[in-house]
């Protein structure tokens, strides 16, 4: 109970932030997508399960704000929560920067599915130059906010983690 | 750290969750403005809209602190300026209240239908943009309790916004005229040649199926064409020209629109109510 109260205080915070102080300070008229974010520093530091669980409820809730069909969001962070949990188990790299790289590729990646799904209910209305841009752009911009973001967000995971998730 | 789970569970969890998107894709697809899930759509904008409210009520005068940092000396002579303007509309002010009321006896004089209606507005603030780089919308923080309704234009002091996407209770959402997705019937301020204004994110308007006869001037003003049963009433600017071209092998002129409101300095904006 306590885990879902304090995840749904994070994605609440990172859309409101990406909507209002962020939209302010864009890059290149990007702003950053912080519920990507969020998803892949959980997936990065929870395993697949947890990160596929938290991209579906923070890309829900993000899709209800759009003007989109909902659920494209939601299927989107859903698989990027699982790929990047898996793929974490087999990679061991003590570099500090692995969360910065990973960060931005799967912010990349993710945005050009959710617009390739847009794209096939009819639902893109800029051309394929612009998505590339914008997601190579919000890619860049989530990775340089990693670094300040990710203690944040691990924090919140050690207080929120159940007792129980310990299986060794 | 609990990165180890037993793969058939996580995978029999994603299967889920992925099939749950999916439905939820297709309910909201076949549904349309009407369907269900466009409750809780309204219910998730009005928490997510009291909280945007709430951070912006305090980021904005910590931006605008430091911006105002920056231009101190500029600031002086703005408003040594404004004053001055003010000093100038106050007359002007007392002028057209004279002049309306003589309108208003001439018509009834003359038995003419009411034409100088003056607009009936709702004043509201700027608390949020879009959470997606593809859509150009804001969020306003007045909804339907202030008798604000789906398609209802929104202007503000330079020209025309966009118009009304979406209402919860206390907040709405704004498709601005810059979104690829929007469209509005422009007129060119001197020839009265009409237009297409499409949004173009960043860039700058266009004007598609314009006339190749008509006469363009530079920073010409086009301002909304205002049809009987058109979404924006005639006469809000849209923008200034600042290109002209036409396109190799096509019947119509396009023109490049500056758009006549500033959209990354958006604050206060007035919503044009109907029935």
Excluded: C
């Amino acid at each position: 109970m306590r885990r879902v109260v304090l995840w749904t205080v994070v994605v609440l915070t990172a859309l409101v932030l990406q909507s209002t102080v962020f939209a302010q300070i864009s890059l290149g008229g990007t702003k950053p997508d912080l519920v990507y974010l969020v998803t892949i520093v959980l997936a990065f530091l929870e395993g697949p399960s947890s990160g596929a669980v938290a991209g579906f409820a923070g890309g829900m809730v993000e899709d209800f704000l759009l003007n989109l069909p909902k659920g494209i969001t939601a299927l989107t962070l859903t698989l990027v929560g699982y790929t990047v949990g898996t793929i974490r188990q087999f990679v061991v790299s003590p570099s500090p920067l692995l969360p910065v790289v990973v960060v931005g590729t799967a912010t990349t990646a993710g945005i050009l599915f959710n617009q390739i799904v847009a794209f096939l209910l009819g639902q893109l209305h800029v051309g394929a130059g612009e998505v590339v841009r914008v997601a190579l752009l919000t890619g860049l911009y989530n990775s340089v906010l990693t670094p300040i973001l990710f203690p944040v967000i691990r924090r919140v995971a050690e207080t929120s983690r159940a007792k129980k998730v310990f299986r060794w | 750290m609990a990165l180890y789970s037993r793969p058939r569970t996580t995978r029999l969890l994603v299967v889920s969750l992925v099939m749950l998107s999916l439905l939820t894709i297709t309910v909201d697809y076949r549904g349309g403005q009407t369907g269900p899930l466009e409750t809780i759509g309204k219910g998730a904008l009005s928490v997510v809209g009291a909280l945007q409210g709430a951070v912006s009520r305090v980021s904005r005068p910590i931006g605008n602190f430091f911006t105002g940092l920056a231009h101190v000396g500029s600031l002086r002579a703005e408003n040594d300026r404004l004053k001055q303007e003010l000093r100038q509309v106050q007359v002007h002010a007392k002028e057209v209240t004279t002049l309306t009321r003589q309108v208003a006896e001439l018509e009834k004089l003359l038995k003419l239908e009411h034409r100088l209606s003056l607009r009936r507005t709702v004043t509201a603030t700027v608390i949020g943009a879009s959470v997606s780089n593809f859509e150009w919308t804001v969020n306003l923080d007045k909804g339907s309790a202030d008798r604000i309704k789906v398609d209802m234009p929104v202007i503000s002091g330079d020209g025309l916004v966009g118009h009304v996407v979406t209402v919860a209770p206390h907040v709405s959402v704004v498709q601005l005229i810059i979104d690829p997705d929007s469209a509005v019937a422009g007129r060119l301020s001197s020839s009265g040649e009409t237009g297409l204004v499409i949004g173009q994110r960043n860039h700058p308007l266009t004007m598609d199926l314009v006339n190749p006869d008509a006469n363009v001037a530079a920073n010409e003003t086009v301002v909304t064409a205002g049809y009987q049963s058109g979404l924006y009433p005639p006469d809000i600017a849209i923008g200034f020209v600042s290109h002209i071209y036409t396109r190799p092998g096509s019947l119509t002129k396009t023109i490049e629109l500056t758009p006549a409101v500033d959209f990354s300095a958006l604050e206060v904006v007035a919503v044009i109510l109907r029935s």
